[in-house]
């Protein structure tokens, strides 16, 4: 089946810890984002990439990084310099510019502890 | 970027209809009206989208109104499986972000 997979589903930080978060998909779709989320509120974009090596920022990039070496593969490092990193983190994917329709992964709840 | 205002929260029965309302006075000519819906605990998934002409598909129906400052998203028969966040979102922009704000929380009550 193809989709999205994100993991882990739950992850636990130390304070001044940096962490991977794993966005992998078999979808052979161009554009991939990060959103951010926390309770009782809407997705805000941390990060988007559209093609294979290229990424841009979005609405709150500072204290994460990035990387796109595959077109499969879009990890996001929240950095100890993110200052509340603890929320719920959701990876999507778009065919090509002209898609329509967003795919999204299952999420990864971090906490920091 | 062109916003988007929803109720923070509707109540519906179930297998009766809903119209979930969402105003986007700012809306321009390219942007097209996108419908999303997240469960609990889950990403949000595709439910409907649409330029100017009312849209209908398996799940859902939208009617977007003559001027497009304003859409509805028609759940026809309401089911508990239907709870959950919607989201009205304007795409601005070819390849650019879905800017998603609170959404709409639908209860459906048995």
């Known amino acids: 089946d193809g989709g999205i997979t994100q993991s882990p589903k739950y992850l636990f930080r130390k304070e001044g810890q940096n962490v991977t978060l794993s966005c992998e998909q078999n979808?052979?779709?161009?554009?991939m984002y990060w959103y951010r989320q926390d309770p009782g509120q809407g997705l805000r974009l941390i990060y988007y990439?559209?093609?294979?090596?290229?990424?841009q920022k979005g609405d709150i990039a500072e204290g994460y990084s990035v990387s796109r070496e595959k077109k499969e593969s879009f990890p996001l490092t929240v950095t100890s310099a993110q200052k509340n990193p603890t929320a719920f983190y959701l990876c999507?994917?778009?065919?090509?510019?002209?898609?329509?329709?967003?795919?999204f992964g299952q999420g990864t709840r971090l906490t920091v502890v | 970027d062109a916003k988007t205002t929803q109720p923070n929260s509707m109540e519906s029965n179930e297998e009766e209809p809903v119209h979930l309302p969402c105003n986007h006075s700012?809306?321009?000519?390219?942007?097209?009206i996108h419908w999303y819906r997240q469960l609990p605990s889950q990403g949000p998934e595709y439910v409907i989208h649409?330029?100017?002409s009312n849209v209908n598909n398996r799940m859902a129906s939208l009617a977007i109104a003559e001027d497009r400052k304003s859409s509805t998203l028609i759940l026809h028969r309401a089911t508990l499986r239907d709870a959950a966040v919607y989201y009205c979102?304007?795409?601005?922009?070819?390849?650019?972000?879905?800017?998603f704000g609170p959404g709409t929380r639908l209860s459906v009550l048995p």
């Open positions: 990439s559209q093609i294979v090596n290229d990424f």
């Open positions: 999507a994917t778009l065919k090509d510019r002209m898609g329509t329709e967003a795919f």
């Open positions: 700012t809306i321009s000519g390219t942007d097209y």
């Open positions: 649409g330029l100017t």
């Open positions: 979102i304007l795409r601005v922009n070819y390849g650019q972000n879905f800017v």
């Open positions: 979808l052979n779709h161009d554009a």
